[in-house]
């Protein structure tokens, strides 16, 4: 019943950027987790933020930080994922992710998410 809507993603220069969206239907929790994630060809997911919804708490990885930056539509429910300055090896399919957890925080573990999107693939060339 939870459903992960993403758009966004496309082939860009180095330097360029793109702004991600990720909606979460079907979720009746006020507070629950998202993180984008991503994953190159042969390449184990990596994670690259995660938004704490409900409560506005965020988490980059280092590879987002200072370059990607997370925002949220509340009245929309849309979380977005703008990445600047992309680079070649930012090259990957981009995943958003939820899942209800009790940890107090949202975890850059992928294995801890529930839920997942299509993927949308993000291509950076030189």
């Known amino acids: 019943q939870v459903q992960m809507v993403e758009s966004g993603g496309d082939s860009v220069q180095a330097g360029g950027s793109l702004r991600l969206s990720c909606a979460a239907s079907g979720y009746t929790y006020n507070t629950y987790c998202m993180g984008w994630f991503r994953q190159a060809p042969g390449k184990e997911r990596e994670a690259v933020a995660s938004?704490?919804?409900?409560?506005?708490?965020?988490a980059y990885a280092d590879l987002a930080k200072g370059r990607f930056a997370m925002s949220r539509d509340t009245a929309k429910k849309i979380l977005y994922l703008q990445m600047n300055s992309l680079q070649p090896e930012d090259t990957a399919m981009y995943y958003c992710?939820?899942?209800?957890?009790?940890?107090?925080?949202?975890?850059?573990?992928?294995?801890?998410?529930?839920?997942w999107g299509q993927g949308t693939q993000v291509t950076v060339s030189s």
């Open positions: 992710a939820a899942a209800l957890l009790r940890m107090g925080y949202c975890p850059l573990t992928a294995r801890s998410y529930d839920y």
């Open positions: 938004f704490y919804i409900g409560v506005g708490a965020t």
